[in-house]
């Protein structure tokens, strides 16, 4: 063998053929490949679910959606599976909790700065979305997460209650109490 051959033992692994855990341990390293498919394969998901989350503006959403993956980047190492989907729904629950939380505290310096009253946002279309969304909005975050993640996203109950961090049981107590708010908020019998 010549001097500055290189010997292959193997083929190297592309990032699409990796895991689940191969691909949060191929983020953790800084892999831009293995961020890219991460964030193609789960950005869609995600972001439909903070959307629903926080039915706040379009701008909103996309800062909220960017500031999950890149807390999901800086984690990625402490992936321990069953689903990056779910694991990146709890990032992005913890990311909105944040976020209302410096909300909350913006608008109380505000209004103490200020007199003017707050705009209200444009009257969408449909009375039955808005009602909707008013009734979903309304729910403690804790129960419009679980409805979230269950009803709307399809997430298992099992993962939805580890994404969460909370006994499966939990759940689906929430989940119920969700529901049965919902339908007293739209008027439905229980």
Do not use: Y
Request: aromatic content about 4%.
């Amino acid at each position: 063998m010549k001097t500055g051959q290189l010997i292959q033992l193997r083929p190297a692994a592309k990032v699409e053929d990796l895991s689940e855990q191969g691909l949060a341990a191929a983020c953790a390293t800084g892999d831009r490949a293995a961020q890219g498919l991460l964030f193609e394969t789960h950005v869609d998901a995600v972001h439909r679910f903070i959307a629903r989350m926080q039915g706040s503006d379009a701008a909103s959403v996309d800062d909220l959606v960017q500031a999950t993956f890149l807390a999901a980047f800086r984690s990625s190492g402490q992936f321990r599976g069953p689903r990056l989907q779910s694991w990146l729904f709890g990032i992005a629950a913890n990311v909105m909790r944040t976020h209302v939380r410096k909300e909350i505290a913006r608008r109380r310096l505000a209004t103490t700065l200020s007199d003017q009253p707050e705009v209200e946002p444009a009257v969408p279309r449909d009375a039955d979305v808005i009602k909707l969304r008013e009734a979903i909005g309304a729910l403690p975050p804790k129960l419009r997460a679980v409805l979230v993640l269950v009803d709307l996203e399809g997430t298992p109950g099992g993962e939805a209650a580890q994404a969460l961090g909370v006994p499966e049981g939990t759940l689906w107590r929430r989940l119920s109490e969700a529901r049965a708010r919902l339908r007293s908020a739209l008027g439905e019998p229980s």
